[in-house]
């Protein structure tokens, strides 16, 4: 059974810092590109970052940009989320996602492509 399972969320102050991770089970990301997604309540759900299969290519929301970094550790099935300067706006439930295209080099944000998903983590940013 393909999963994955999110960690590391909570509350912290405006300007902290949180790293999320996501653990694959069942399969191997080394073939996979993970996308983090969140949802604050009453919005729709917005692609944050993403990370290719190679770790090669990344790409950010331009909300986050400069604040949050992905990077990923295939020998442990795991990407991270390093959220920095926290702001208020952050808050939503994080997901992380597996697109499992194969001899796809890159990563998008169009769930369409993304069949794995984990069940979340509640970031919240407030004083």
């Known amino acids: 059974q393909l999963q994955l399972v999110e960690s590391g969320g909570g509350l912290v102050q405006p300007g902290g810092s949180l790293r999320l991770s996501c653990a694959a089970s069942?399969?191997?990301?080394?073939?996979?590109?993970i996308g983090w997604f969140r949802q604050a309540p009453g919005k729709e759900r917005e692609g944050v970052s993403c990370?290719?299969?190679?770790?090669?290519?990344?790409a950010y929301a331009d909300s986050v940009k400069g604040r949050f970094t992905i990077s990923r550790d295939n020998a442990k099935n795991t990407v991270y989320l390093q959220m920095n300067n926290l702001k208020p706006e952050d808050t939503a439930v994080y997901y992380c996602?597996?697109?499992?295209?194969?001899?796809?080099?890159?990563?998008?944000?169009?769930?369409?492509?993304?069949?794995?998903w984990g069940q979340g983590t509640h970031v919240t940013v407030s004083s």
């Open positions: 996602a597996a697109d499992h295209r194969i001899l796809f080099r890159a990563c998008e944000y169009d769930t369409r492509w993304y069949t794995t």
């Open positions: 069942g399969f191997a990301l080394d073939y996979s590109s």
């Open positions: 990370i290719s299969s190679s770790g090669g290519k990344t």
